[in-house]
């Protein structure tokens, strides 16, 4: 693609984001249009300005805070979830609770090793 010129000492695009840039400094591409509007009498589209001015801040170094997209090195995802018959869920833990509350904990224990003895 070729880079468009400057004609009779006319601007081209990306020139007039770079000035208005230059000018008004890191502000959003609405304020950058309405600067270039009042400025050169040109209307250009938003998505326009915003690559351009993309563009001119990665050229600067002023590009992105962090280089990577994604989830940073050394950072593990969450812990996967166990298989349903492994969990408990709050409706299992609330009928042990009442177990407890009736029998007493060592009972429930003894009647969990008893259940235990006969699963295998």
């Known amino acids: 693609m070729a880079k468009a010129k400057a ?14 840039f230059e000018t008004q400094g890191d502000v959003a591409p609405g304020e950058l249009r309405a600067y270039i509007s009042a400025t050169y009498g040109k209307d250009l589209p938003i998505n326009i300005i915003s690559s351009y001015k993309s563009q001119i801040k990665k050229k ?11 989830r940073p090195p050394g950072v593990k995802s969450a812990p996967k979830a166990a298989a349903s ?4 869920n709050l409706v299992d ?19 969990a090793h008893l259940t235990q003895s006969f699963s295998k």
């Not at 004609?7 to 208005?20: I, S, T």
């Not at 170094?61 to 962090?66: E, F, I, S, W």
């Not at 407890?100 to 009647?111: D, F, S």
Request: glycine fraction near 12%; charge should be positive.
């Open 7 to 20: 004609v009779d000492g006319e601007l081209n695009k990306r020139q007039m984001v770079q000035a208005a």
């Open 60 to 70: 600067l170094g002023l590009g992105r805070k962090n280089k990577r997209r994604g």
């Open 85 to 88: 018959s492994d969990m408990v």
């Open 93 to 111: 833990l609330g009928a042990v609770h009442e177990l407890v509350q009736r029998l007493g904990a060592e009972k429930v224990i003894l009647l």
